[in-house]
C-alpha cells in the first residue's frame, strides 16, 4: 500500500511510523526545512545555554504516549511538575503586583467566585460517558450553543475575577471567551479527569530538558532511515485529485512542481494552509464546513532573557500587554533567566499585527514595568502564530455550535483522504493530541485496507 503523509509535525510522523510498522511505503511531505511543526526549541540569541519554546512547551503526566516517546530517546522531563489553577501565584493591576491573600484585598471573595465559576466549566463533564465523542452528551447542543462569557456572566465574578477568567480562557484556549465552546470545555475536563482516574495519578505539567524540539527530531531522524520512507522537505501540497485508483497529491518543491499518486493520503496538518490547496475532487458540503469553519486560537510567545533574574517566580496575570508573565528557565542553569509574556485571543493576534522587533521593544518595556526590572536584555524572539503561513494558528478550539456539528465529521475519512492532527483528537490542542490522532489515523488505514 502506498500512503503519503503531509505534515512532519508529531502527528505525521506518528502517522508514518505506524504506517511504515503495518508494511506500508510512505512519502513524507513537509513544507519547511524540518521535523517538528510546532514544536519550536529556540536556543539562539540566548546565552549561557539557556533556551525557551516558542510553540508547545508542556507534557502532562497523563501524557503516556508522549512520555513513552521521551522515554524511548531517553529525553528527560525538567523541574517538579505544576499543578494548574485559574488563580496564578501573583496579580498586576492598576499599576502595582499582588500576591496570594492580597487580591482577596482588591476583591473580596474572588477566590469563591473563581471556585463557582469552575464547578460552572465542570459540570457538564460529570454527564460526559465517552470524551471521545462529545456529541453524544444528553445535552449536547444546550452545552454547545453556549460559550465560556455565557459562565462568566452568570457566575458574579468581579473585575478582578474576570480578569482571572478571561486570561485562563485567552490561555489555555488561545481565544476569547465567547469563542470557546462550554461543551469544547467540558469535553477537555471530562478526558483529563478520565485518564487522571484511569492511570491513578496526580496531573501535572512537565517541561522538557533540553527542549521540545528534540522529541519530533529525534522520531524522524529514525524514521529517515526507514527504506520505505520517502522524505520530501521544503515541499508544500498544491493540490489533491481523488480517483477509482488512487489519490493524486500534487506538490510543489525546491526543484519544481511534481505528483504523487497513492491509495491513501494523510493530511496531518493544519486546516488552516489546507484552505488554500486545490481540491479537484469535490468536498462533502459538510466536511467543506467544518474544513474552512473549525476555529484556531491565536497565540503569540515573546520571551526575552534578562542578566538578572529580578522578577516574581510563578505565572503572573497582568492586566497589561503581556496578559500571563513567568519564566521557563526557571529550572535552567545560570544568574541570567528568561521571562515569557504568553498572550492569547485577541491580544496575541494584535500583536501579530506589529513586525517581531516591534513586539519584543513594547513586551520587554512592559516587563520591566510590571517587575520593575533595571537588568539588562541579552536577546529575545517573538512568535505570532496567527501568521505563521504553514499553521495559521496555535492550536484548535471549538467555538460554539462546533462540536455538534464538526467534531464527528472531522473525524471521518473523505474516501482516501484522511485528517490526523490535534485538531481531530480527543485529547485537542496538545502533542499528546497530535500524536494520539497520527497513530490512530494510520490504524485505521491499516485495518480498512
Sequence with gaps: MRCVVVGAGLAGLSAAESLLAGGADVTLIEAEQR?????????????????????AEWVDSIHWRMLDLMQRFDIETLGKGMPWTTIRRWLYWNGARHVGSDIEKLEPNVFAAIERYEE??????????DPSQPQLHPDAELHDSRSLADLIRESDLGPVGQL????????????EPDKV???FVAQQRAFENGEVQRQGIEMLSHRVKGGVSQIAQALGMELSQHSRLTLKLGSALTSIEQTTDGVIVGCQGPDGD????????VLACSLVPLRKVDFRSEI???????????????????????AQRDWDSGYGTTESLSQRLYDPSVDQDGD??????????????????????ERIKSITQDMRTVHQMTSASAGAFSRAWSIEPNYGGAYATYEPGQVTKYWDVLRQPW??????GEHVATCTGYMEGAVESGRDVADRILRTN
Design 336 to 357: 541570567s533567566g528568561i521571562v515569557m509574556a504568553y498572550c492569547g485571543g485577541d491580544g496575541g493576534r494584535q500583536l501579530a499585527t506589529k513586525s517581531e522587533d
Design 415 to 420: 474516501g482516501r483522504v484522511h485528517l490526523a
Design 120 to 129: 460552572m466549566c465542570d459540570a457538564p463533564a460529570h454527564l460526559m460517558e
Design 35 to 55: 521535523f517538528g511543526g510546532r514544536t519550536r526549541t529556540v536556543h539562539s540569541p540566548y546565552v549561557g545555554g539557556q533556551y525557551a519554546e516558542s510553540g
Design 181 to 183: 465552546s462550554a461543551l
Design 258 to 265: 511534481f505528483d504523487v499518486v497513492a491509495d491513501q493520503l
Design 164 to 175: 482571572f477568567a478571561r486570561r485562563n480562557v485567552q490561555g489555555e484556549f488561545a481565544s
Design 284 to 306: 462533502p458540503k459538510v466536511l467543506r464546513e467544518a474544513m474552512w469553519g473549525l476555529g484556531y486560537g491565536a497565540i503569540t510567545k515573546t520571551a526575552v532573557q534578562f
